[in-house]
């Protein structure tokens, strides 16, 4: 009786964690979409290197995310 207990909690901690793992795992994917998004503007960048391109590179370049981005980055490399 207690064996069929045991083996009841552990296969039910065992579906429990393998479902956290699936869900924890899901967060850490980057679609290739954006990935592709984000390439694409980087080699639209200008190849000049005089003041009025350089600025306008800048103006274009997106960096409102970039808080959130290093805050993921730290909590995978703790």
């Not at 964690?17 to 694409?40: C, K, M, Q, T």
């Not at 997106?62 to 981005?69: A, F, G, P, T, V």
Request: net charge negative.
């Amino acid at each position: 009786m207690k064996n069929r207990l045991v083996i009841s909690l552990l296969a039910v901690l065992a579906i429990v964690l393998g479902f956290l793992a699936v869900i924890l795992s899901d967060r850490n994917i980057v679609s290739p979409e954006n990935y592709e998004a984000e390439i694409s503007k980087v080699e639209k960048a200008s190849n000049s290197d005089d003041l009025d391109s350089i600025e306008e590179d800048l103006d274009q370049t997106e960096l409102d995310n970039l808080d959130i981005e290093l805050t993921n980055i730290q909590t995978e490399l703790n």
